[in-house]
């Protein structure tokens, strides 16, 4: 039973440039979540998608955009990079929005 | 909106010894409260949860508690194993209808368990 997905694993950008980062949930779950996670800190809540509407969004910039696809996978792009940026970016999947979240491996984002 | 307080964090204790991390929060509507663990390099693992319907929740080794009026919440681990070295993050979420149900998470617990 495969867990989480979430590609690429590493990910090397310039400032300015766009990024796209992909998660496919654990089958059968319908709501996405993610979060990006800077070192030594908790993850921090950017997007929950649930049924391809997005159902929340955490206090992130426009820059930020994501969607969820009838398959329920999901992306997470990010526009205009900031060395800021740089961080783990992790998705949760879930059955439902207020049921248990399960973490992917994350997409390790380095800007410079 | 919702701010989780994690402490302490960091903890090192011999095996064999008990572990206590403690949450605090201050969103009186947060009814779910989470613990995972992140060990180096991988992701987070949820490890135990409660729902504020209940004070405790016990899975072998490791328990959780919840003081609803205090606002806060503790993960106990007892006869700790080396393999319990990692990073633990509590959280909270509000799970009510109409919520986005987004976790909130604190800052974490780097801890060492001394062979």
């Known amino acids: 039973d495969a867990g989480v997905t979430q590609s690429p694993t590493h990910l090397i950008k310039t400032r300015g440039q766009q990024v796209t980062l992909r998660c496919s949930p654990i089958?059968?779950?319908?709501?996405v979540s993610w979060y990006q996670q800077v070192l030594g800190q908790g993850p921090q809540f950017i997007f929950q998608?649930?049924?391809?509407?997005?159902?929340g969004r955490g206090n992130f910039p426009d820059r930020f955009s994501a969607r969820q696809f009838p398959n329920y996978s999901s992306e997470l792009n990010v526009n205009a990079l900031l060395l800021g940026d740089s961080a783990l970016y992790l998705c949760?999947?879930?059955?439902?929005?207020?049921?248990?979240?399960?973490f992917g491996p994350g997409t390790r984002l380095l800007v410079l | 909106g919702e701010n989780v307080e994690q402490h302490p964090s960091t903890l090192s204790v011999q095996e064999g010894d008990s572990a206590v991390i403690k949450c605090t929060y201050s969103?009186?509507?947060?009814?779910?409260f989470p613990w995972y663990k992140q060990e180096l390099g991988k992701r987070p693992q949820l490890i135990i949860d409660?729902?504020?319907?209940?004070g405790e929740k016990k899975d072998q080794r490791i328990a959780v508690t919840l003081n609803k009026t205090a606002k806060h919440f503790s993960l106990h681990i007892t006869e700790t194993q080396p393999e319990d070295s990692a990073v633990y993050f509590c959280?909270?979420?509000?799970?009510?209808?109409?919520?986005?149900?987004?976790?909130?998470f604190g800052k974490g617990t780097l801890l060492t368990v001394n062979p």
């Open positions: 959280a909270a979420s509000r799970q009510v209808p109409g919520s986005n149900y987004k976790l909130t």
């Open positions: 998608y649930y049924e391809k509407e997005e159902r």
């Open positions: 409660i729902r504020s319907n209940v």
């Open positions: 949760a999947s879930s059955w439902q929005p207020r049921e248990t979240q399960y």
């Open positions: 089958s059968g779950h319908k709501s």
């Open positions: 969103d009186s509507a947060s009814n779910y």
